[in-house]
């Protein structure tokens, strides 16, 4: 059984990854499930090398070890391509020419997240320069997650017809992330809170490559002093920079945990062990 370490390569990593690591595994453990890594650097725009080489520096300084050779997004549009004539074999998706001020301009003052009413669904665009959605029908996905409970989730009414590659070719999150999951036979998907909006549309997904649904467990997360989710885009404090101004893994640890003395990666993984599930 197999589950995954998949930071986004946007940023250099911080405690709230320390934290999720923790999480994920203590979780492995617990399970006996090994854990693959993934870099998600399908993301041309705010990609950095520096980033993708700070990873591995912190996380061998961490003490972490994931099983396996590295996966790179960068280096998988064959199989992204393969994946998305799949679903238009099937007839799953279409072709939409919207800019998002467009959109945002046809927004419902309550919606939480940018909303797609299916305006070009009929419209037969090409494929190529045009943002390419997935069709999503009127209807609930229920699910259980393994920390959360049993969740209800309608993407009919949450995003619409979602994006899987936008006008300038780019793969997104959503489908980079389930097409990544199959090929790595990933059987448990245990990532932050804050993801579990996506749960929905990402089965969507899974049921439309006839692939198998794995575990899904959702934990709780890092916030700052001021409630800010520890994150790239508030601009936490990276692990790189706690290495340079001289602070320990075990102090790193104790910092992610919010305890006050040093704790060792082992000790950390047995403290997480009490509290997950």
């Not at 705010?46 to 061998?60: A, G, T």
């Not at 390419?132 to 393994?146: A, P, Q």
Request: aromatic letters at 12%.
């Amino acid at each position: 059984m197999l589950t995954r370490f998949a930071p986004s390569i946007t940023g250099f990593i911080h405690l709230g990854h320390v934290y999720h690591l923790l999480v994920l595994f203590s979780l492995s453990k617990k399970l006996d499930l090994s854990v693959l890594l993934r870099a998600e650097d399908h993301d041309k725009q705010r990609f950095k090398q520096e980033y993708l080489e700070s990873l591995f520096v912190d996380l061998k300084f961490l003490g972490i070890k994931c099983k396996g050779p590295t996966v790179y997004q960068s280096c998988s549009k064959k199989y992204y391509d393969d994946c998305l004539d799949f679903l238009i074999r099937k007839n799953l998706v279409y072709a939409c020419k919207c800019s998002r001020s467009e959109i945002l301009s046809n927004q419902h003052l309550n919606k939480s997240e940018l909303h797609y009413s299916g305006k070009c669904k009929n419209k037969n665009l090409p494929f190529e320069g045009n943002t390419i959605r997935f069709k999503v029908e009127d209807k609930k996905i229920c699910f259980k997650d393994l920390i959360l409970g049993h969740q209800t989730q309608n993407p009919f009414f949450q995003c619409g017809d979602f994006s899987i590659r936008d006008k300038l070719g780019n793969y997104t999150y959503q489908f980079v992330c389930v097409c990544d999951d199959i090929r790595q036979k990933i059987t448990h998907v245990i990532r932050g809170e804050d993801i579990l909006e996506s749960t929905a549309r990402q089965i969507l997904l899974y049921r439309a490559f006839e692939a198998p649904i794995p575990n899904f467990f959702h934990h709780s997360l890092l916030y700052d002093k001021n409630g800010n989710k520890l994150c790239k885009t508030n601009k936490s404090e990276s692990i790189s920079e706690m290495i340079k101004n001289g602070i320990s893994s075990d102090e790193i640890f104790a910092k992610a945990l919010n305890l006050e003395n040093p704790i060792s990666l082992s000790r950390a993984y047995d403290y997480m062990d009490k509290g997950i599930m």
